[in-house]
Nanobody
Framework: QVQLVESGGGLVQPGGSLRLSCAAS????????MGWYRQAPGKQRELVAT???????YYADSAKGRFTISRDNAKNTVYLQMNSLKPEDTAVYFC????????WGQGTQVTVSS
């Protein structure tokens, strides 16, 4: 079993920055894909960014140029640096990890508002 603990969400003004972290623990042999999804009120969960084991990344169009995903394999941790935040980035952000099975974090609230 794998547990994911997220941190770093909060309230920020438009144009501000936040850094999300997600640490995986438990029975982990290898982590293939790590990523972040988000879900805004009344909307479906959507992909934000992913990063593979070798460091290859993918970003949703809404995240390109503003968000950066990274990972520390020694710590089984994935990060999401979010800059130039907009009100439309307001959502619950979920960490995603794919090992032998997919696992989800509990979610962390990000609110962008003045």
């Amino acid at each position: 079993q794998v547990q994911l603990v997220e941190s770093g969400g909060g309230l920020v003004q438009p144009g501000g920055s936040l850094r999300l972290s997600c640490a995986a623990s438990g029975t982990i042999f290898s982590i293939n894909l790590m990523g972040w999804y988000r879900q805004a009120p009344g909307k479906q969960r959507e992909l934000v960014a992913t990063i593979g084991g070798s460091g290859g990344t993918y970003y949703a169009d809404s995240a390109k140029g503003r968000f950066t995903i990274s990972r520390d394999n020694a710590k089984n941790t994935v990060y999401l640096q979010m800059n130039s935040l907009k009100p439309e980035d307001t959502a619950v952000y979920f960490c995603y990890v794919l090992t032998h099975s997919p696992y989800w974090g509990q979610g962390t609230q990000v609110t962008v508002s003045s």
